[in-house]
Structures are given as C-alpha cells and as structure tokens.
C-alpha cells in the first residue's frame, strides 16, 4: 500500500483570504515504511509575508522571492502523489490550500477520502491528551530536536514516525513488510509452487523405535491407536 506523509507551509490561515501555499514536503511510505523518496519544494506566493506567518517556518518573502510559482511544478506534485492515500496532521488546513492552489490552475482537486488525519486519529486514540505533533513525539519517544521552526520536509518526516506509531508501531509495519518481501520472493501470481524434490525425513530410527514402544505401551483400546497413524 503506497502512502504519502505531506505538509504545508503557507502565508497565513485562510486562502480564502488571499494567503497561499509556499512549501510542500511529502514522503512516500510503502506498506507503512518509509522508500526515502521525497518531494519538497518552495514557491514564490507573489505577495508579502505576514510577520505571524514568518515566526513559525522562517520563509521571507525575500527568500521566496526567486523561487517557482505553483503553477509550474502542480503537474509533477499531483503525478507524483498519484492514487496514493495522504496523511496529513489536521489534514483540513493543508486540504484548503492545496485545492485552492491546484483550482487556480485548473488542475481539478483532491478527494477527502483518500486523506487519513492523523489529529483525529490521536484524538480517537488518546483522549484528552494534547494531539499537537510535538506532543505526539514526546508520547513516543520520537526525536524532533531539529523542529526549531516548522518545515515541510522536517515535519513530514516526523509524521511518518508519529503516524508508524498511531498505527499499531514499528512492529506492525516490519510484519507488513515482511510479508511484502515474501510476496515479491515467490513472483507476481502470490503462488507458491511445489517443492522440486521432497524432504527426507527428520525424525531419527531411535526417535521412532522409542515412539513405537510407547504407542504399544498404550494398551489396545487406546485413542491413538483409533485416530493416530
């Protein structure tokens, strides 16, 4: 099952208020295990950084200023993502942006159903207790020392061990992937043929001479003897 963790970075809180897009990051995860396949890219939102905006990710204006407009790379972000599922911490902020974003260049939007929300998910999973993405790590232990400002990249990254953990933890996906790489093992149909050529048996002639004697220990009217070989 291919997944992809994504963030945001904007200019404000309401693209309806003029504000815009200007980081992405994704990650791509296979059967709940990160590929180390990525996409992160900046963009120039043609308008002015809010102050607000500039104390949580860093990104001036200035900064932006020589990076690509949106427009020019939405057809490799949305063929990138594909038919993925998207996870995505309180995933209706960053779902408005980036439909408001590929509206604008009539790249249609994306399904809701295909989002998985990992703020709901914690909320469901721990009741009550903070479900910001710094308060997830501190739960588990996850390392999110280099989150000075927000990133996109950076906190995709850490979503994608937040969201291993939300799911059942490190376990679950080495079990899906193991079972992953067995099925790549036994080739594209999921079958497994034959054995070529039987095994011999293991059982030593001392085992089975002390099996037979036990067995006629037992007496005529024992069960063995009616259901056993």
Not at 30 to 42: A, F, K, L
Not at 87 to 99: K, P, S
Not at 161 to 172: A, F, K, N, P, S
Request: proline share 5%.
């Amino acid at each position: 099952m291919r997944e992809i963790i994504l963030d945001t970075e904007t200019t404000g809180l309401d693209p309806n208020e003029g504000h815009r897009l200007v980081e992405i990051g994704c990650v791509e995860m296979i059967d709940r295990m990160p590929t180390g396949n990525t996409w992160h890219r900046y963009f120039n939102p043609e308008r002015d950084m809010p102050v607000e905006a500039f104390n949580v990710h860093g990104l001036s204006a200035e900064f932006l200023s020589d990076k690509p407009l949106f427009g020019t790379l939405a057809q490799e972000f949305v063929d990138f993502l594909g038919d993925a599922h998207l996870v995505i911490h309180n995933a209706g902020f960053d779902m408005r942006f980036l439909n408001a974003e590929l509206r604008r260049v009539n790249l249609g939007v994306l399904a809701m159903d295909r989002v998985v929300d990992t703020l709901a998910m914690a909320r469901r999973k721990h009741p009550g207790a903070g479900a910001s993405l710094d308060q997830l790590c501190q739960r588990y232990g996850i390392d999110n020392s280099k989150r000075v400002k927000h990133g996109a990249l950076l906190d995709a990254e850490i979503l994608a061990d937040v969201y291993i953990e939300l799911t059942g933890g490190r376990q679950t996906a080495l079990s899906l992937a193991s079972i992953s790489a067995a099925t790549v093992a036994r080739g594209a149909s999921g079958k497994i043929g034959p054995r070529p050529k039987i095994l011999p048996p293991r059982i030593h002639p001392e085992e089975l001479a002390a099996h037979e004697a036990f067995i006629a220990g037992l007496g005529e009217n024992a069960l063995w003897k009616k259901y056993g070989a």
